[in-house]
């Protein structure tokens, strides 16, 4: 008689062998999926899209170079100030040296400091283009975001054109104390004088834009444009709740909750932003009549086509 094992084995024997399916490799970077829903879209596709969800439209991260390739017109983009380094002057240390946290970001991110700047034609209008990368120490703003954005301004309003800040940080750098602070006030200070000479400045608000750039630049636009669901605030929710002692609201510091309690002007989806930005620089500021010396090779469009599912709100 044979036993239990003898069975088993015999049967095992008996069952056709199925080779076992080999996993198609996926080439790397070939697909990306979304944070919010999970769909899978094929990355060539998405950048098409302009880093957003073909599936739930949630708005991916962008990082200073794609969007500056969004928004300025090809082989117009002339870059200000793009050798600036910041220089660690309170010899601060966390867990490690700010000095080498400054070069490592910079190797892994290509970029000397949190934000670029420089003179472009959007849709073949001058702008003078501010883009924040939040790559890079979370978008911080320190001596060198200051210093830079300041500059942009100054030069704007010299060659009265418009501003345009991308707005994408987690707030003043606490490795350079009250430096980062006063980078608060000396942009301010910049923004009073370009609206002074009657010029434009719109800033779009990503997400996130927190801490010391919300309290300063972000809201001080004549328009104030924000992504769909950008998370927009100054301290965190944790902390309000904690301070307050109560639960805050559902959607509390959105872009749409702002919206709604008129601290934004205009929610607009990216595809949109192009276009919409340039509808409202040419309404703003129709006319260039001197046009600044390194745009003197391009021409400027004399109509635009109509805007088309832009949710805008300019009171």
Request: glycine share 8%; net charge neutral; aromatic share 6%.
């Amino acid at each position: 008689m044979s036993s239990l094992f003898d069975w088993f084995a015999n049967k095992r024997k008996a069952e056709p062998h199925i080779q076992p399916q080999q996993e198609r490799e996926i080439a790397d970077g070939l697909w990306t999926k979304c944070e919010a829903c999970n769909a899978l879209a094929y990355t060539k596709d998405l950048y098409t899209n302009q880093l957003v969800c073909p599936e739930c439209s949630h708005h991916l991260k962008v990082d200073s170079n794609e969007r500056i390739s969004q928004l300025i017109d090809a082989k117009t983009w002339q870059p200000l100030n793009e050798q600036m380094q910041p220089l660690d002057r309170l010899g601060f240390r966390d867990r490690k040296l700010y000095a080498d946290r400054i070069k490592e970001t910079q190797e892994k991110t290509g970029l000397t400091d949190a934000v670029q700047t420089g003179l472009g034609l959007l849709d073949g209008l001058p702008v003078a283009l501010g883009v924040m990368d939040f790559r890079f120490m979370g978008g911080s703003m320190g001596s060198v975001v200051g210093e830079k954005l300041s500059r942009l301004i100054e030069r704007a309003t010299e060659e009265h054109i418009p501003v345009v800040v991308i707005c994408a940080s987690g707030g003043a750098r606490m490795q350079e104390g009250m430096l980062s602070l006063m980078q608060m006030a000396k942009i301010s200070g910049c923004l009073q004088r370009h609206r002074e000479a009657k010029l434009l400045y719109i800033p779009v608000l990503t997400n996130p834009t927190t801490g010391g750039v919300t309290a300063s630049f972000a809201m001080l636009g004549d328009i104030i444009l924000a992504e769909p669901k950008a998370t927009i605030g100054f301290a965190g929710r944790r902390v309000i709740e904690q301070t307050l002692r109560e639960k805050l609201p559902e959607g509390f510091q959105t872009s749409e909750y702002l919206l709604k309690h008129g601290f934004v002007d205009a929610i607009v989806h990216r595809t949109q932003l192009k276009r919409t930005l340039a509808h409202l620089i040419s309404i703003h500021q129709p006319f260039f009549p001197v046009l600044p010396s390194i745009f003197q090779q391009y021409s400027q469009k004399e109509h635009l086509p109509p805007l088309e599912g832009t949710e805008v709100l300019l009171g």
